[in-house]
Every structure is written in C-alpha cells, then in structure tokens.
C-alpha cells in the first residue's frame, strides 16, 4: 500500500511539472539578434517584462557604462543600459505576446508583439505608426 501511494505521489509531481502553463514559454534569457545584447523575460503578476541582463559593450569609449542618454525623459538619461527594462505590460493570449519594447538606441517606444515559432525562437513584431519590423531572438 506505501509502495502505491509513494508511485501516485511520484506521478502527480511530475503531472505537476509538465503542465506548464504555455504563456510562460516565453520566461527566460534571449539574445537578440545581432547577438549583442542578452535580455531576461520574468513573470510578473499576469504579466511579462525584460530586462538588458547582458551587453557585448557595456562600456563606452571612455570606460563609463553605458547610458540610456536617448531615453525620451530626460531625468532616465542617466541610468545605465545593463538592467535597464525593456519589455513591459507582456500579456498573453492565443499563442501571442503583446505590449510595450522600448529601443534605448532611438529612445523609442513602441508595441510589439510575440510569438514563439517552430524552432522555439522569439519572432517580435515591432510596430510604430504606419511602421513594422520583425527581429528573431534566441536562446544563447
């Protein structure tokens, strides 16, 4: 009798484990694609966001780490491009991704959305007015 309760115990973990809620395929470090830059993407609430956890250069030519000198609000132009916020307000709904990417190269936001296609990479879809571009990240 212990031996058939320690193998339901057994099985219903591992139920537990492989039924993981399919929005969260997008939790993780991704490296965008000119592989430059490692972004981490974490649970919030219902909610997804990325952060810069990684950069090829992080410091500018004087040394000094880089900063967010583009950022539109001129009191963010200060702080640093590592850890800086990327993604934010990442829903999820019907195998798809939405919300906010934010560029610190043009200081621009702009709303995006995700999917994750046959080869389990990131196809972001970013879009600003009349504007789209898509950009593939990767698992490093």
């Known amino acids: 009798m212990k031996q058939f309760f320690f193998v339901m115990l057994v099985v219903f973990a591992n139920s537990a484990i492989m039924a993981q809620n399919p929005a969260d395929k997008i939790t993780g470090v991704w490296l ?3 592989k430059t830059t490692k ?3 974490v649970k919030t609430g219902n909610t997804y966001l990325g952060k810069i956890v990684w950069l090829a250069q992080s410091n500018d030519v004087n040394g000094n780490p880089r900063l967010d000198k583009n950022n539109p ?3 963010k132009r200060h702080q640093k491009i590592l850890g800086l916020t990327i993604l934010s307000g990442i829903s999820y709904s019907k195998n798809t991704w939405t919300g906010t ?3 610190p190269k043009r200081g621009q936001y702009a709303e995006c959305s995700i999917v994750i296609d046959a080869a389990s990479q990131l196809q972001i879809t970013v879009s600003k007015g009349f504007f789209s571009e898509t950009k593939i990240w990767t698992k490093p």
Do not use: A, S
Request: hydrophobic share 35%.
């Open 39 to 41: 972004i981490e993407i």
């Open 32 to 34: 965008n694609e000119d």
């Open 101 to 103: 990417l934010y560029g």
């Open 73 to 75: 609000d001129l009191e």
